[in-house]
Every structure is written in structure tokens, then in C-alpha cells.
């Protein structure tokens, strides 16, 4: 498995499977290298079970649009036991209270400007 930080602020990331990997296996210890956790008000704690298979299942969020990054092609055969086990060990990991802030809105500068 590889991966990679997205964005300015490295909050987002992409992962790429090779074939073979261990899915489980791998989504787990990236979690876990990475503080991935169930915290309640951001992360897979904000998320029910059913969320959760949607995203592995299907790559989309709660509102049903697609999740570009998320590697759901790699995770949407898993059997019911396996995905039940996915969510139950991300579950486990303890939450990292890292509060998101809203995003702020600037004031575009006039066209022209520098």
C-alpha cells in the first residue's frame, strides 16, 4: 500500500493497494500510524455502522455523493464479518480530539488586484 497527504493543512489522504495487499490489514495499520480515530464530533465516530459500509461499499458519503478519494473498489467485496471486524478495530482506536474549524470566508480582492 502506498499513500499520500493531501492538501496544504495533510489532513486528507489518498491510498493506493497493490495487488495482493491485505485490505483489512493495511486500512487498519494506516489508521493506526496515522491517529485515526472514533472521535464523536470528527472522524468515524460522527459516522453509524451503516455509514461506514456505505463509504466501503459504495465511496459515498452520507448524502450519497461520491467520496473521490476514498478507495472503496478495494473494500466494497469485503464479506459482512470482515467489514463488521473493519469497523468494530477502527472503533477501538481512541479518539484524537482535534476539532475541525469551520471554514472562514475572505473577501475576494477586486479583480486586478494583487
Partial sequence: MKSKRLGGDGTGHVLVFDKGDEVVEQLLAFAKQEQVTAASFSGIGAFSDED???????????AG???????WSV???LTDEDMDSLIAALREIPPNPNLVPAPELREQPPSGAQ
Fill in 65 to 71: 455523493r461520491p467520496l473521490w478519494v476514498m478507495p
Fill in 52 to 62: 461506514l459500509k456505505r463509504v466501503f461499499r459504495e465511496g459515498r458519503n452520507r
Fill in 75 to 77: 473494500t466494497q467485496n
